[in-house]
């Protein structure tokens, strides 16, 4: 739960740590992908707790009948928190993106012709970063990933024709 409160803060640590290397127009991009990382992660951790008792279920449904299943409070604290960062994390990844393509090293065509891979590795992700085996969850995690790969990618597009608008005028 701190990690989730204190989101706002760490987020705005990093962004401190890298602004003393910016100019003032790229310190206004920081501030703006900030400001759109925050919801994310915070999307993100919502979509996680809302899947997060479906995946309890899921686990817990694997007991025998007539057996008793026991979790310790460590197990099921690190199980909700690597769910809940996880789906956190991979919700902010599209500012990255969006980041790396208005910064002129990867132009949203690249992302594009890469879709295939990109969707592959966030079902990869999916799988690997919630920690239940069942398809639901994974697919809960990455159908939204893949949105906001396709959205980061269109971000990218829309400023790249608005850049080259602006200097052929």
């Known amino acids: 739960i701190g990690v989730v409160l204190s989101s706002p803060w760490w987020l705005y640590q990093l962004w401190a740590f890298v602004a003393p290397g910016l100019k003032a ?7 703006g992908f900030l400001v759109a990382a925050i919801p994310l992660f915070l ?9 997060y008792p479906h995946a309890v279920e899921i686990l817990t449904g694997f007991t025998p009948e007539g057996a008793s299943n026991f979790l310790d409070a460590q197990m099921f604290m690190t199980f909700a928190m690597r769910l809940l960062l996880a789906f956190g994390l991979a919700f902010v990844f599209p500012v990255v993106m969006v980041a790396l393509s208005w910064a002129g090293i990867v132009e949203p065509r690249t992302w594009l012709k890469g879709w295939r891979w990109a969707v592959l590795a966030m079902f990869t992700f999916a799988a690997i970063m919630t920690p239940t085996p069942d398809a639901i969850t994974m697919i809960a995690m990455a159908l939204p990933m893949c949105g906001l790969y396709f959205g980061a990618i269109g971000v990218g597009a829309l400023r790249g024709r608005l850049v080259r608008r602006r200097t052929t005028a």
């Open 25 to 31: 127009g790229e310190k206004r991009y920081t501030v």
């Open 43 to 51: 999307a993100g951790v919502y979509l996680a707790w809302w899947v």
